[in-house]
């Protein structure tokens, strides 16, 4: 069983920088690949990025490459979100997401491939 929390989330005017952190409990952190999702309001959950279990390797949605940086700390259990420029389209609650899925991680960019979700926080960009 894995627990995640998000954090980091909040208002923040359009071109600003956030990062988010989300945080997991137990030892198995390193046998996880973590992904970041994000939902807006009226709309389906989509994907942003994920890592790799050894902070190795990186794959973004296309519409967010250059902006959002993801990355990992294992001795922290800690996944980060970076996310640079903000836009108001990026206004969304944003979730990780731990999948002990052996694809490789463009196959990672679903929802079904993950065992476990944190409960979100929210990023709101002002105009």
């Known amino acids: 069983q894995v627990q995640l929390i998000e954090s980091g989330g909040g208002l923040v005017q359009a071109g600003g920088s956030l990062r988010l952190s989300c945080a997991a409990s137990?030892?198995?952190?390193?046998?996880?690949?973590m992904g970041w999702f994000r939902q807006a309001p009226g709309k389906e959950r989509e994907f942003v990025a994920v890592?790799?279990?050894?902070?190795?390797?990186?794959y973004y949605a296309d519409s967010l490459k250059g902006r959002f940086t993801v990355s990992r700390d294992n001795a922290k259990n800690t996944v980060y979100l970076q996310m640079n420029s903000l836009k108001p389209e990026d206004t969304a609650a944003y979730y990780c997401?731990?999948?002990?899925?052996?694809?490789?991680?463009?196959?990672?960019?679903?929802?079904?491939?993950?065992?476990?979700w944190g409960q979100g926080t929210q990023v709101t960009v002002s105009s």
């Open positions: 890592i790799s279990r050894t902070g190795g390797t990186t």
């Open positions: 137990g030892r198995t952190f390193n046998t996880y690949a």
């Open positions: 997401a731990a999948s002990g899925s052996s694809w490789s991680l463009s196959r990672l960019s679903v929802e079904r491939k993950y065992d476990y």
